[in-house]
């Protein structure tokens, strides 16, 4: 059929007007029933009339992935003051509908709702007005939902808050989701900001309080708070009087006003020009507290952080000797290094094995549980060096308090006058230092290989030159106190070093750092970076060839979920590994301390293990059997990515072969039935295990307990079970609200641990498996009970 060219123009300009429709379905701030909108890096957003204001997808910097939300159009910055309860960051593809009936409807990819504005019947049109309000109007001409009555961390102009309303901050700058600090008008007229349990959502002690509750006559307590059109926020009085917040503090002109609680706790009001300039930005109104760092339940920093006021702004550094628990959480809790023990008969010989950091001008206020009055610097120092309780001791006008860990509301000022000792064991070598990024690491005592911290993201190329960059610096260049390297190797091209020089490297193999089956670990010096060197032990009689095996197979493995080797001692008897070393320990020590980990990062470590586990069965030329997988078998690097350790001890795997016979190997706890049975072993074993950990993991309790007769008993994996059976996952995790809120990747992971555990190793599931069920790639089916088959009925089929 002959078309008329003279068309083509008509029908592209048809098909663009028709495409923006599709895209936008607004006409003057109008959003039709059934518009949508989908996350792509250029999606227009529906705009106010004004267009000042814009609701749509917002491409966060820095980070991979869209916020729904309302942002000032406008202005350079397009601060964003609206997002939905939880801050869900989505992919590429997601969708935000209007639909009637439902409201506003946000959906992943995959089609599937993650959040809604609720049931909205007889639903006629939505808009975004001139105030930053997005509203969605009924039938009837009136308004159904608005944005306004569901705040993020944001209040504007217009905008009230009555009796009973709240916000809350974020978590930090660049995470949405809900922060610690509170913003509530209470009931009785105050306005306050308190500190609150982010899994449970309970306040905890204000740290400030308006005033605006009259206890003898009601009529004077607060009943709204107003932020007018002018820009002004003030407590309206049920008689109708006003107690300002904002005074006469804002400039004249044309300007935008927002009130943030910002992720640090500090409650702000903000201006900014509507007609910028080059170089203009937010300006500070007024503020409240005016110190966060002094106030005695703000909480400013988590456990045993520090905060320092910076231009009347709070900071948050973990002290020498910690680091962040959750590295992007700079003002979260911080993770000791040393925790004192009494287990360790440390109170008879503590100047012997301890010293002190000394900080200036820092304290912990509420963390004494002994005080000495009077006390010189010496005897405060003797007395805490002594005592297995204390951490800390905190020195000032002849007067000494020690501390117990967790350190708690610590702040650091010039004016405070005060001396904080820390307490470190000597053996541990030099203890990381302060940095800005508030982790506790001093860049000199980093681990051997930075590989894993720097190179997130980078491509294989850049890994494979910037290794070959480290192993030129630290292996084959001659500086004095450097080990000299031996040109020969074992079919590697590892450095090989001489037995001397391990023996200075490791000031004659004084820090042990742990102790395993094939033998013991210790700290060194590699030139100016730190070490683990393992001392391997002649335990089995084949052990000259499973060091050759180590040697040629780990060489040639490389992956991040597993300890990098960097070099070798094979002096006859004498054989030792050189590995890189984990600053945050095993994961034993990481599950089974002093303070539980965050579910978010008990998930994360686990799937490091499986794509690890992965990589050794799968992935890599030489296919490995780890044989031993535990926690003390899983180390973290500085940024708690799981590294697995000590693979390549047991019996290689080559390509062409899938099972092996063997003596039992690993650990009790952890053992796959068929080492007890005269069956080959296959990789299922470590699938076991692997599985155990995983429990271990989810509920933070080990997996061997020991009765009154010192009998080990394994007991977890049939708590599991018994918990799965009975619905009753909050007992298994010990009501970690945390992972309870995350109730679907909880019983995803609880049930994947238990198809890992099953009797019959046909019945587990391959490690690629268990990663793809763990990320949600593929359903998992119920598990059936992993009792013990007999051994007649066992199955050695694959």
């Not at 004077?220 to 107690?243: C, H, T, V, W």
Request: charged share 20%.
């Amino acid at each position: 059929m002959h078309f008329p060219m003279a068309l083509v123009p008509i029908c592209l300009i048809s098909l663009s007007i028709l495409l923006h429709y599709v895209a936008a379905q607004q006409t003057n701030g109008s959003v039709s029933v059934g518009a949508s909108l989908t996350a792509t890096p250029n999606a227009k957003p529906w705009l106010s009339s004004s267009g000042e204001f814009a609701f749509g997808f917002k491409q966060l910097q820095g980070r991979d992935g869209f916020l729904l939300s309302i942002w000032y159009e406008k202005i350079p910055d397009q601060t964003i003051i609206w997002y939905p309860d939880g801050g869900l960051i989505m992919s590429t593809g997601s969708k935000v509908d209007l639909v009637d009936g439902r409201g506003l409807v946000l959906s992943d990819p995959q089609g599937k709702e993650v959040w809604s504005s609720g049931s909205i019947s007889d639903l006629a049109y939505g808009y975004i007005n001139d105030t930053g309000n997005f509203v969605i109007v009924g039938s009837n001409s009136r308004n159904i939902w608005e944005s306004f009555d569901h705040p993020a961390d944001t209040l504007l102009p217009t905008q009230v808050m009555a009796r009973g309303g709240e916000i809350n901050s974020k978590m930090s700058k660049t995470n949405y989701t809900g922060g610690k600090f509170q913003l509530r008008l209470l009931q009785d007229g105050n306005l306050v900001l308190n500190t609150r349990d982010v899994f449970t959502d309970t306040p905890d002690n204000a740290y400030y309080i308006s005033g605006t509750r009259d206890a003898d006559n009601s009529s004077n307590s607060g009943d709204q708070l107003i932020f007018d059109p002018k820009g002004y926020m003030y407590i309206l009085r049920r008689n109708g009087e006003r107690a300002n917040l904002t005074g006469d503090s804002l400039p004249s002109g044309d300007y935008y006003h927002r009130a943030t609680l910002d992720s640090d706790g500090v409650f702000t009001q903000y201006y900014h020009p509507k007609n910028p300039t080059d170089g203009t930005s937010w300006e500070i109104a007024w503020f409240v507290p005016e110190n966060m760092c002094r106030t005695s339940d703000g909480k400013a920093c988590g456990l045993n952080n520090v905060c320092i006021l910076d231009n009347n702004r709070p900071t948050c550094e973990c002290p020498r000797g910690f680091s962040l628990l959750d590295p992007n959480s700079r003002n979260g809790d911080c993770k000791p290094y040393f925790t004192p023990s009494c287990d360790e008969g440390e109170s008879n010989n503590g100047e012997d094995v301890f010293d002190f950091i000394e900080l200036t001008n820092t304290d912990w206020p509420g963390s004494d549980f002994v005080s000495l009055n009077p006390s010189d610097e010496q005897t405060c120092r003797t007395s805490c060096l002594k005592d297995c309780f204390c951490a800390v001791a905190i020195y000032r006008d002849n007067r000494c308090w020690k501390k117990q860990l967790p350190l708690t509301n610590g702040y650091k000022d010039p004016a405070y006058n005060v001396k904080a000792l820390l307490k470190f064991r000597k053996f541990d070598g030099p203890v990381p230092g302060e940095n800005k990024s508030g982790t506790g690491e001093d860049k000199s005592e980093k681990s051997l290989i930075l590989v894993g911290s720097v190179l997130l993201g980078a491509s294989v190329l850049v890994i494979v030159v910037l290794i070959g960059v480290i192993y030129v610096h630290l292996f084959k260049t001659k500086k004095k106190g450097t080990p000299l390297l031996s040109s020969a190797t074992v079919e590697t091209n590892l450095p090989r070093f001489t037995y001397q020089e391990l023996v200075e490297a490791t000031n004659g193999f004084k820090y042990e750092l742990g102790k395993g089956a094939f033998g013991t670990v210790y700290k060194g010096e590699i030139g100016t970076k730190v070490a683990a060197i393992k001392k391997l032990e002649t335990v089995v009689q084949d052990g000259q060839k499973e060091f050759i095996t180590e040697v040629n197979t780990i060489a040639r493995t490389h992956h991040k979920n597993l300890v990098q080797l960097l070099g070798y001692c094979d002096a006859g008897e004498k054989r030792l590994l050189i590995y890189e070393y984990m600053a945050n320990g095993t994961l034993a020590d990481f599950l089974f301390g002093g303070m539980r980990p965050s579910w978010k990062q008990r998930s994360y470590i686990a799937l490091g293990v499986a794509k690890g586990l992965t990589y050794l069965h799968e992935e890599c030329s030489n296919q490995i059997i780890h044989c031993d997988i535990k926690p003390q078998n899983i180390l973290l690097d500085d940024y708690y990515n799981a590294k697995i350790a000590d693979f390549g001890l047991a019996k290689l795997l080559l390509i062409n072969q899938s099972r092996t016979n063997t003596g039992i190997r690993g650990t009790k706890g952890y053992i796959a039935p068929e080492w007890f049975r005269n069956t080959p072993v296959t990789f299922k074993v470590d699938v076991y295990s692997f599985g155990v950990l995983l429990l271990e993991i989810i509920s933070c309790r080990k997996s061997v307990v020991f009765d009154d007769d010192a009998e080990d008993v394994a007991v977890l994996t049939d708590m599991a079970w018994d918990c799965h059976q009975d619905g009753r996952l909050d007992a298994f995790v010990e009501n970690d609200l945390e992972a309870l809120d995350d109730l679907e990747k909880l019983t995803t992971f609880m049930m994947v641990g238990l198809w890992c555990v099953q009797e019959n190793p046909s019945l587990r599931p391959t490690m690629k498996k268990v990663i793809q069920m763990l990320e949600g790639g593929i359903e998992v089916t119920e598990p059936p009970c992993p009792c013990p088959l007999s051994v007649t009925s066992f199955s050695s089929s694959n």
